[in-house]
Nanobody
Framework: QVQLVESGGGLVQAGDSLRLSCVAS????????MGWFRQAPGKEREFVAA????????DYAESVKGRFTISRDSAKNMVFLQMNSLKPEDTAVYYC?????????????????WGRGTQVTVSS
């Protein structure tokens, strides 16, 4: 089993930055891609960003491209999401996800492990 714990959320103003962190524990050697998803009130969970096992390939939702950066430190079993130029529409609970197969992509159903989420609130 793998456990994921997110941190770094908070209340910020539009234009500010936040850095989310996710640490994995347990059978982390089995992990492949990792990703960030978010869910705003009344909306479905949506893809934000993903990073391959080696960190060489990344993917971003169009809504965050150019503002958010995903990275990982495999030695520490951590993945990060640097969020710049935050907008009120970025307000959501952000979830870290990990995959144990060779999948790399945007489909949340393909990810095997999930954290409990961290709240990000951006005021205008």
């Amino acid at each position: 089993q793998v456990q994921l714990v997110e941190s770094g959320g908070g209340l910020v103003q539009a234009g500010d930055s936040l850095r989310l962190s996710c640490v994995a524990s347990g059978r982390t050697s089995s992990l492949y891609a990792m990703g960030w998803f978010r869910q705003a009130p009344g909306k479905e969970r949506e893809f934000v960003a993903a990073i391959s096992r080696g960190g060489g390939t990344t993917d971003y939702a169009e809504s965050v491209k150019g503002r958010f950066t995903i990275s990982r430190d495999s030695a520490k079993n951590m993945v990060f999401l640097q969020m710049n130029s935050l907008k009120p529409e970025d307000t959501a609970v952000y979830y870290c996800a990990a995959d144990r197969s060779s999948y790399f992509g945007r489909d949340s159903d393909e990810y095997d492990y999930w954290g409990r989420g961290t709240q990000v609130t951006v005021s205008s």
